[in-house]
T-cell receptor, first 110, second 114 residues
Framework: GQQLNQSPQSMFIQEGEDVSMNCTSS?????WLWYKQDPGEGPVLLIA?????ELTSNGRLTAQFGITRKDSFLNISASIPSDVGIYFC??????????FGQGTTLQVKP | SAVISQKPSRDICQRGTSLTIQCQVD?????MFWYRQQPGQSLTLIAT?????????ESGFVIDKFPISRPNLTFSTLTVSNMSPEDSSIYLC???????????FGEGSRLTVL
């Protein structure tokens, strides 16, 4: 079946540092999404990407939809303690059906 | 966006029992989706619930184990039947709003089966 390979699995960084994580797949997706999940909460949508090559920002977050439509990355600039959480990439298979990556756990040291 | 409320938020259940999770949305939506997140894992779609028709289940999930109701355009329930410890997971309700692919999730229902 379709799978997304997300890396790194976890990161422990100093406050103020930039962060980068990525997802790759053997399958093509028409939509890539990035979510963040805090403990005890459902995932919250950060950025949605709809076009190959698209680069989209949301505050300190920047995400790109790879040209091949098989990969995406998420960058977080100048990290702060509230960036702590699990970040998931997801590719849309059908309306409402997403394939999720394994997640990147981010810890930020003040 | 949408406001999605799930009940219960968490529960501890005994093996062999069944539990029904409720999902209420603050607006009418055509499709509602139920996802499962096993401990330390990613999310997997269980089924799609459409109002007025049978739910559509993904491979590996069956109606006898996860019966779903969708009585109207703002409400759905997922039942986890005859639970075993392997069913200990977070169960999440979600809806599509706006553009394609933009799924919004409830806070989830964390079930622990002893």
């Amino acid at each position: 079946g379709q799978q997304l390979n997300q890396s790194p699995q976890s990161m422990f960084i100093q406050e103020g540092e930039d962060v980068s994580m990525n997802c790759t797949s053997s399958s093509i997706f028409n939509t890539w999404l990035w979510y963040k999940q805090d403990p005890g909460e459902g995932p919250v949508l950060l950025i949605a990407l709809y076009k190959a090559g698209e680069l989209t920002s949301n505050g300190r977050l920047t995400a790109q939809f790879g040209i091949t439509r098989k990969d995406s990355f998420l960058n977080i600039s100048a990290s702060i303690p509230s960036d702590v959480g699990i970040y998931f990439c997801a590719g849309e298979v059908l309306a409402g059906k997403l394939i999720f990556g394994q997640g990147t756990t981010l810890q930020v040291k003040p | 966006s949408a406001v999605i409320s799930q009940k219960p938020s968490r529960d501890i259940c005994q093996r062999g029992t069944s539990l029904t999770i409720q999902c209420q949305v603050d607006s009418q939506v055509t499709m509602m989706f139920w996802y499962r997140q096993q401990p330390g894992q990613s999310l997997t779609l269980i089924a799609t619930a459409n109002q007025g028709s049978e739910a559509t289940y993904e491979s590996g999930f069956v109606i006898d184990k996860f019966p779903i109701s969708r009585p109207n355009l703002t409400f759905s329930t997922l039942t986890v039947s005859n639970m075993s410890p392997e069913d200990s997971s977070i169960y999440l309700c979600s809806v599509l709003t706006g553009r394609t692919g933009e799924l919004f999730f409830g806070e989830g229902s964390r079930l622990t089966v002893l």
